[in-house]
Structure formats: C-alpha cells, structure tokens
C-alpha cells in the first residue's frame, strides 16, 4: 500500500512552513569519534524553535487547516506542546496543552513562555490525551496530533527535505521514535533510498512492537526518555507508514541513552535531553554496527533538558 504521505507532499508541506522554521546545522565530527568506522553526520533538531523537531508538525497543522475560533489543543509529553504553543503564538491563536506529571519542568516550562496554557495530570502521555480529547469534544478546539496524522507526518518529513539539500542523502540515519510522526515523516521521504532505523529505549518499544505483531499494539512504557519517547502505541497511520519501509528497529538501555547524552557533553557540549540522545546511544552502544565507510546520519531531536539532570550525568 502506497503511503498517504508523498514526497510531494513533504515538499509542499515545506513550502508553507520553511518561514517559520530555523535550518538546523549538520555536524560531522571526525571519523571515529564514536568508536566506528564510518562517517557519521549529526542533524542538531535540538536547535529548532522551541527546542525540538517539532514545530515543523506542529507549523504545518496550523498553515494547512482551519482552526476554529476556540483555538487549538494537544496532548504531550512535552516537546509537542512546547511546540504547538510556539506556533500558535506565531498565529495569535490560543492554545491549551495537557502533559502528565512526568513532564520536564523544563518542558512546561516552555509551553507557559510560549503563551499557552498548560494543563498537567495523568501518570503518561495516554491520560493526558484523554484529558485533552474530553477538552475538545467540549470546545470544539482543533487538536494538533503528536504523531499519528497526515499533517504531522508531513511536517515532520521536512527535516529529511532539509538534510538532503545540506548534504545529500546518507546512506543509513538512525531516528529515535517515540509515537513514530518523526520516523514516519522522514520515512515518506526518503523511501528506500536511505536505509532507515528506528531506534527506541528498551523499556518503550511501540514501533518495535508493532512490527513484531504486523498492527499498532499497545505496550508498556518505563524509560529515561518517557517524557518524550513514551507513547504506549504508534497509531494506525504511522504503523501503516513505517511498515514497508522502515530496515528494523534498534534497543538501547536507559544507561546507554544516559551515556549518550553524556559523551555529546563532555565532547561536544552538546545538551541534549535523553529522547534526542537516543538515536546516537545506537551507534554508541553497538546496537547499531555500520558498515565501513557507510555514510550515517544521526538525527539529534530534543535538547529540552534538565539542567541540573544534566550536571549530574556529566559529573
């Protein structure tokens, strides 16, 4: 089954939304940086608006539908509502997000700066959804998918746009998942024409999962990185996206994202969260062993991190 997300479609997508969107840098660190022979690129999305990839989803919903007078309303972990209230600040809507109570205070954070309102409670992403659908069926406010919807995953696949015309495209890139819009997106892009793995803690393994059972499934989530990688289900569409196109999916341990966090630090005083390290722990860990020479790139996603966690690990 062909994908409902198009390259053309990405391309249009980028077209409306690259106004609004920073061109995040390629970092190439010399060969064997990171203990492997190949050449590896990092994307730094950390450096997007509102500290994450997100805003290009998020960017796209706004410019591409009609919102509705009571405005717009998601659900998050975090980086999502971060960056729904960034972009609904750009169009002067109004915006309320709901995040469970493992949300990064610096996550919230963000989301109040922004303008919006921030609505916590529920253990996980799931119960905040639930809180944020009963919001809507109420109001009438538009919701802005996190993952699971052909806006968002047109969005998302602006990234791999980007990277192609920096660079062209690598030969593998390896994308953390959590509900799977980023995966999904770069993945309608690029098609075959890069080899594409997802990599998710071992402890949230949704697409994963899914790919085992051959349907979106439910699993449990208890990770480092569940404040942004922690989405219990991939969905449908994003199921229906990655299936055929997606090489496999990697496992990482909550200790080998903490490690690499710690070495983009120490080596590169890069701060990133532990989902938008997560893609590297991969390489870092050896659950991912490229090939001699392959040209790799690794998409660093989120930087909304925890100063003080942070200071921790690095110490």
């Given amino acids: 089954m062909a994908s409902p ?19 995040t840098p390629l970092f190439a660190p010399p060969r064997g940086a990171f203990g492997v022979d190949a050449d590896v690129t990092l994307k730094l999305e950390l450096f997007q608006h509102a500290g994450s990839f997100k805003p290009r989803g998020a960017f796209f919903n706004l410019a591409s539908r009609k919102i509705p007078q009571a405005g717009v309303a998601a659900a998050s972990g975090g980086n999502h509502g971060a ?24 996550k919230v954070a963000a989301i109040r700066r922004f ?14 959804l639930d809180s944020c659908l009963d919001y809507i069926a109420q109001s009438g406010a538009m919701q802005v998918s996190a993952f699971d919807s052909i806006e968002t995953i047109s969005g998302q696949g602006t ?3 980007e990277w192609e015309e920096q660079s062209g495209a690598p030969d593998t890139v390896l994308i953390a998942v ?18 594409i ?36 289900t991939v969905g449908p569409l994003v199921y229906s ?38 893609a590297l722990a991969a390489l870092l860990s050896g659950a991912f062993k490229p090939k001699p020479g392959e040209k790799v790139g690794v998409l660093v996603c989120g930087g909304n991190v925890d100063l003080t966690k942070l200071a921790e690990i690095a110490s």
Avoid at 97 to 102: A, H, L, N, R
Avoid at 203 to 228: I, Y
């Fill in 241 to 278: 996206v990655c299936a055929p196109v997606v090489d496999h999916v990697a496992l990482v341990s909550d200790d080998a994202i903490v490690d690499a966090q710690r070495t983009l630090w120490r080596d590169f005083r890069i701060a990133s969260e532990p989902g938008g390290a997560t």
């Fill in 115 to 128: 303008g919006a309102e921030a609505v916590i409670g529920g253990a996980r992403y799931y119960d905040a």
């Fill in 159 to 161: 990234v791999a746009l």
């Fill in 178 to 195: 959590g509900g799977g819009g980023l995966i999904s997106g770069v993945a309608s892009f690029w098609g075959k024409r890069v080899k």
């Fill in 83 to 106: 960056a729904v209230a960034y972009a609904a600040q750009q169009f002067g809507v109004k915006a309320r997000i709901f995040v469970p109570e493992i949300s990064s205070p610096a």
């Fill in 197 to 232: 793995v997802g990599v998710e803690p071992e402890g949230s393994r949704a697409l994963h999962a899914a790919l085992a059972a051959g349907r979106d499934v439910d699993v449990d989530v208890n990770s480092v990185a569940a404040d942004s990688l922690g989405a219990k």
């Fill in 5 to 23: 997300v198009t390259p053309d479609a990405v391309r249009a997508a980028y077209s409306m939304i690259s106004r609004h969107l920073r061109r």
